[in-house]
C-alpha cells in the first residue's frame, strides 16, 4: 500500500459539509476588499507614466514607468514616509487630511542617543508596506490625502529645538491637518502637546503608553527624556489627571517621577494590570480618564513600552513589556475615539537589528490611521 493512503484516518476524502466561515475576519476582509475603490491608485499610476515616461518596448506592464514614481518596487525610489507626496510648502498642508513630519531631536536623551536618525528610520522602512490593511479593510491611499512636510529643523539646543517642534506642530494642527509625528526623544512629547494646546478649545488628555513614567522635572538640570509629562500637564488645558499612562514599570522608573506621579493623581497602570484587566477593560479606563471633561486626547507612543527583545533598536530597552500585538490592540483601540495628533518616540536606528524596530513604530502609525478611518474619525479632503 503506498504510505500516503495511510494519511488523513479521520478526513480523507469526506464528504461532510464544512463549517460556516462567513463571520471570521478573514472572510469578512475578503469580501471588504471589493468595496475598496482604485481610483487613487489609478491616478497614482498615470501620474508615474507622465512624468516618469511610459516603460521600455520589453516591458509588457502598461503601468511600468522607465523613472520611477510612485510605490513600486518597494525597494527603491526616494523615501518620504509610505512614499507620500513631499510638500515642500508647508503653507499648504491644510489642504491635507495627514502629515507625517520629523522630529529629529535627542540630545534630552540620558542614556544611548541615536533617535535624531528615528525620522529616517521609519521612512526608509514604511517603503514595506502598502497602503492597504487586510484585516481592517482600509486602503489609506484611497481614504486619505497624506503628505510628508519632512522634518522639523532642531537645534542642538533643549529649549531652542522644543520651541521649534511646538511651532511646527501647532502650525500643522492649526491648518485642519492631523500631525502624525517621528521622533526624536520622548522630551518632544512637552513641545508637541504644548502645540496642540495652542490649537485646542478645552481640555486635552493625554494617553501615554511606555515603560517609563516621564514626570520628572529635571533629570541632569534639564528637560529630558525622563520629564515631558512634568511640564506637558504644567499647561493649563493639560490637566495631569487627564493623563493615562499605561505600561510603566520595570528597573528603570526614577523615584523622583513616581514622587511626582503621585502628588499629581495621573492614572498608571502596569503591564501586570493590563494582564489581568484585559485588554478591552484597560482601553475602557484608559478613555474613561482621558476623555473626562476634555475635547481632544493627544496619543504618546514611546516605542520601548514593547519588550526589549522585540525593540532593539531603542535607547532604554526595557524587558516585560507589551508583545507587539497588545501595542497595536491598544492604540486601535484608543484610535477608534479619535486623536488630535500623535508621535512615536524613541525609535533609534543605530541600535536596530534589521529595521525590526522602526518597523514596528510604522505599523503603530499605520494602524491608528486605518482605525481612524474605519471609525470615521478622520478625511474628507481627498479629491474623487
Known amino acids: 500500500m503506498p504510505f500516503h493512503q495511510s494519511h488523513g484516518s479521520d478526513y480523507r476524502e469526506h464528504n461532510r459539509d464544512l463549517p460556516d466561515l462567513s463571520a471570521l475576519s478573514g472572510w469578512i476582509a475578503q469580501d471588504a476588499e471589493e468595496k475598496i475603490p482604485e481610483t487613487q491608485y489609478r491616478k497614482e499610476v498615470e501620474r508615474g507614466l507622465e512624468l516618469g515616461l511610459p516603460g521600455a518596448d520589453s516591458i509588457t506592464d502598461p503601468d511600468i514607468p522607465v523613472f520611477q514614481r510612485g510605490e513600486l518596487p518597494h525597494w527603491s525610489g526616494i523615501n518620504t514616509f509610505l512614499k507620500t507626496p513631499y510638500l515642500e510648502d508647508v503653507r499648504q498642508v491644510g489642504d491635507y487630511d495627514v502629515a507625517f513630519v520629523g522630529a529629529p531631536f535627542d540630545i534630552g536623551t540620558t542614556y544611548r542617543s541615536g533617535t535624531r536618525f528615528g525620522p529616517q528610520g521609519m521612512r526608509r522602512i514604511s517603503s514595506l508596506y502598502t497602503p492597504y490593511n487586510f484585516e481592517l479593510g482600509v486602503d489609506l491611499r484611497e481614504s486619505l490625502k497624506m503628505c510628508d512636510v519632512g522634518d522639523i529643523f532642531c537645534p542642538s539646543n533643549i ?7 511646538t511651532k511646527g506642530v501647532a502650525h500643522i494642527l492649526s491648518s485642519g491637518t492631523l500631525p502624525m509625528i517621528m521622533g526624536g526623544d520622548h522630551s518632544i512629547g512637552y513641545p508637541c502637546v504644548r502645540g496642540v ?7 486635552i488628555g493625554i494617553i501615554h503608553l511606555d515603560r ?32 493615562v499612562q499605561l505600561g510603566i514599570g520595570g528597573w528603570q522608573v526614577p523615584r523622583a517621577g513616581v514622587k511626582h506621579g503621585k502628588s499629581m493623581r495621573s492614572t498608571v497602570l502596569t503591564i501586570d494590570d493590563i494582564e489581568t484587566l484585559g485588554i478591552d477593560k484597560t482601553l475602557e479606563i484608559a478613555l474613561e480618564v482621558a476623555w473626562k471633561g476634555a ?3 493627544y496619543l504618546s507612543f ?3 513600552s514593547v519588550d526589549a527583545g522585540f525593540v532593539p533598536g531603542t535607547g532604554w530597552p526595557e524587558p516585560g513589556g507589551y508583545l507587539p500585538r497588545e501595542a497595536l490592540a491598544l492604540l486601535r483601540g484608543i484610535a477608534k475615539e479619535g486623536i488630535a495628533a500623535m508621535e512615536v518616540v524613541e525609535v533609534a536606528p543605530p541600535y536596530d537589528i534589521s529595521d525590526i524596530t522602526a518597523l514596528l513604530a510604522v505599523r503603530a502609525m499605520m494602524d491608528t490611521l486605518a482605525t481612524l478611518v474605519k471609525y470615521d474619525r478622520i478625511g474628507g479632503k481627498l479629491e474623487s
Do not use: R, Y
Open 159 to 165: 529649549t531652542k529645538g522644543h520651541d521649534q517642534i
Open 197 to 203: 494646546a495652542e490649537c485646542i478649545e478645552g481640555k
Open 212 to 243: 517609563h513614567v516621564d514626570t520628572q522635572e529635571k533629570d541632569m538640570d534639564e528637560i529630558m527624556h525622563t520629564c515631558p509629562w512634568f511640564h506637558a500637564t504644567n499647561i493649563p488645558n493639560c490637566p495631569p489627571t487627564n493623563l
Open 295 to 297: 475635547s481632544a486626547v
Open 302 to 304: 514611546d516605542i520601548d
